[in-house]
Nanobody, 114 residues
């Protein structure tokens, strides 16, 4: 299984970006999908997740600004990021959390300028 995140870029504070994660197979349909991020010099943190039943959970730091969604038919997971802040600057990764472990994709860099 391969995961590929895309959609990162440079945006001004207050702006929006939509990240996408494409899976090579239908791994997302029956597993939890997670967006993580890692800022320079900081530990990786979970930003948002969506279960196979479409329940969602967000880190307090992004609640109300980010929205995670999935399209099982397209094997895609998305992260809509609004009202971006400079502290959202990080490499964002998508992952599929399965019973046999997590599958990770390459990250996509999000840079938010003040």
């Amino acid at each position: 299984v391969q995961l590929q995140a895309s959609g990162g870029g440079l945006v001004r504070a207050g702006g929006s970006l939509r990240l996408a994660c494409a899976a090579s197979g239908s791994i997302f349909s029956s597993n939890t999908a997670v967006w993580y991020r890692q800022a320079p010099g900081k530990q990786r943190e979970s930003v948002a997740l969506i279960t196979s039943g479409r329940s969602t959970h967000y880190a307090d730091s992004v609640k109300g600004r980010f929205t995670i969604s999935r399209d099982n038919a397209k094997n895609m997971v998305y992260l809509q990021m609004n009202s971006l802040k400079p502290e959202d600057t990080a490499v964002y990764y998508c992952a599929a959390r399965t019973l046999s472990g997590d599958y990770w994709g390459q990250g996509t860099l999000v840079t938010v300028s003040s």
